[in-house]
């Protein structure tokens, strides 16, 4: 096994972990996740062609180039797909474009640029006083399979875990409430053999402490995202945290409140991205209601020890986009708002500012670059401008971040929440009804009397009444933010309003179903997680 010896660079860079990122800073980011093949090219191009399986040119220096795109939507962090060498070839399930299929921690993927590039890369999101999360794959190295069990490995391939020693005994995982199983066995052997690492081993533990040490310092890694979580074992996940010594969100995919939360009441993981939400969220938007979401909102707030530390989303590379189970644009800005304004570290994945549709992997990762970055689609000015209400918000008062939503009314057809403080709270509303919904009206406390409020998404004013209630006029399934007018100085946001009045809607309608489609989408997105 390699002996790892920081250079002098890494020594050096050491010295200056106290001053990376901290849990509490890492709660007030918002974070755009990048798979760097398919953000951005270096050569500029916005035409050339992608087949999805197969690598499609995105670097590192592309992104470089169009840090403005994502800081414009008001992003302070990027999340960036694994950075080592992976194994080369095309498999019958593609190539490794995502970068999931490790082979050799302790060396660059020259595929997406030089180690000069991804420190540049570091150095230029700094300069702009923005953080970079990493993301790491801690559980398995992969090699080309043929799919033939048991998997034949050349474990001498691999670097620096190159004997068989250092992996479990082939079993295919097959039951997921059975952590003997699902820690011990290896992943999906369709195509490529996912080698599943003894991580409770101590060579092979002290090894990934060191390396991941070495890593974050090397790059100026402010964060990680720790690639499949849930399948190592429990003792290998918090002294690996301390050693990256950086805010870490460790993927444990789960929907159940136990199995989630206690990751943070062990102390194994500081935050997890919120799968928890993840798929009450989208059953309220594929003809479900809101009443399960808010449910497990509740059960996650008593349940885990700090809801603020997880990372809230509704699309990432391993899942069917959303639109893939309902194409209608205004049910993805009810989810991206409040995917954008909840409790936790909202998460959006490339691609979703610009409505893509991509169903199972790899129809998910489409190259951004052919939508031509435009600023002005409707997801990406919705995405800047709730992005600015939060961090107003957070600007004006320090409790914002770690203040519970309240919820302020829930049903079948609605969620509204109201976050933050009096004096700086945003109460946002979101619904089902979709653009054919039929135009209302209903009341909404949330407010002190006779406040003056504003209704960013549509620029529209309103005036609460002598109980602090103001009325909200829905049509055409529109989620709306409001604010106190008082506070919307110096934002950019709603130079000119005008009062808010009913709505006047051609179709009226309550559209939900796709519940079979949506099953379908996400089943066949879970078929391919693990592929990468």
Not at 370 to 390: H, I
Request: aromatic letters at 10%.
């Amino acid at each position: 096994m390699r002996s790892s010896v920081l250079n002098i660079a890494a020594a050096l860079a050491l010295a200056g972990l106290s001053s990376a990122a901290n849990i509490t800073e890492w709660k007030s980011q918002a974070i755009y996740q990048v798979l760097i093949d398919r953000f951005a090219r270096t050569d500029g191009s916005t035409t050339a062609p992608c087949e999805l399986s197969k690598f499609c040119g995105g670097t590192w220096a592309g992104l470089i180039k169009h840090l403005d795109y994502i800081q414009d939507m008001g992003f302070t962090a990027i999340q960036i797909s694994p950075v080592v060498e992976n194994m080369e070839g095309e498999t019958s399930v593609g190539e490794p474009y995502h970068g999931y299929w490790t082979q050799n921690m302790y060396a660059i993927n020259k595929r997406f640029g030089t180690e000069k590039d991804l420190k540049e890369l570091s150095d230029e999101l700094h300069k702009r006083g923005m953080l970079l999360m990493v993301d790491v794959v801690v559980n398995h190295m992969a090699q080309k399979f043929d799919n033939v069990i048991p998997p034949k490995v050349d474990y001498t391939k691999f670097k620096p875990f190159n004997k068989p020693e250092y992996y479990h005994k082939y079993c295919n995982v097959t039951e997921w409430r059975v952590p003997e199983n699902y820690q011990e066995c290896w992943l999906y052997p369709f195509g490529i053999a996912l080698a599943d690492l003894k991580t409770e081993d101590t060579a092979v533990s002290k090894e990934m402490n060191e390396w991941v040490k070495e890593l974050v310092a090397n790059y100026s890694i402010d964060g990680l995202r720790i690639d499949a979580a849930k399948h190592v074992n429990d003792e290998f996940l918090a002294p690996f945290v301390e050693a990256a010594g950086v805010f870490s969100l460790g993927e444990v995919l789960t929907g159940e409140i136990p199995d989630m939360c206690r990751y943070q009441t062990k102390n194994l993981l500081p935050g997890m991205p919120n799968y928890l939400e993840y798929f009450k969220l989208n059953e309220a938007f594929n003809g479900g209601g809101f009443e399960k979401l808010a449910d497990i909102r509740n059960g996650a707030a008593s349940g885990c020890t700090d809801v603020f530390a997880l990372g809230a989303f509704s699309e990432n590379h391993d899942l069917p986009r959303f639109p893939s189970m309902n194409n209608d644009v205004m049910l993805a800005k009810n989810m991206m708002t409040y995917v954008l304004l909840t409790d936790g570290i909202p998460t959006i994945y490339q691609g979703q500012e610009q409505h893509f549709n991509g169903s199972e992997t790899p129809h998910n990762r489409e190259p951004v670059w052919q939508a031509g970055y435009d600023k002005t689609a409707p997801l990406y000015v919705l995405t800047a401008n709730a992005l600015k209400v939060r961090k107003n918000a957070q600007k004006l008062s320090a409790e914002y971040t770690e203040s519970p939503a309240e919820t302020l009314k829930v049903d079948g057809n609605h969620l509204c929440l109201k976050k933050g403080p009096s004096g700086s709270a945003v109460v946002f509303c979101v619904t089902n009804k979709s653009s054919s919904g039929d135009a209302y009206a209903y009341d909404l406390r949330g407010f002190e009397p006779n406040d003056e409020v504003v209704e960013v998404l549509g620029c529209k004013t309103v005036t609460a009444d002598a109980t602090g209630s103001i009325q909200v006029y829905n049509g055409g399934g529109e989620p709306k933010v409001y604010v106190l007018a008082s506070n919307l100085k110096d934002t950019g946001l709603c130079p000119k309003t005008e009062p808010d009045a009913p709505k006047e809607v051609k179709n009226s309608g309550n559209v939900l179903g796709m519940t079979s489609k949506m099953a379908l989408a996400v089943a066949a997105g879970w078929l391919a997680v693990f592929l990468a």
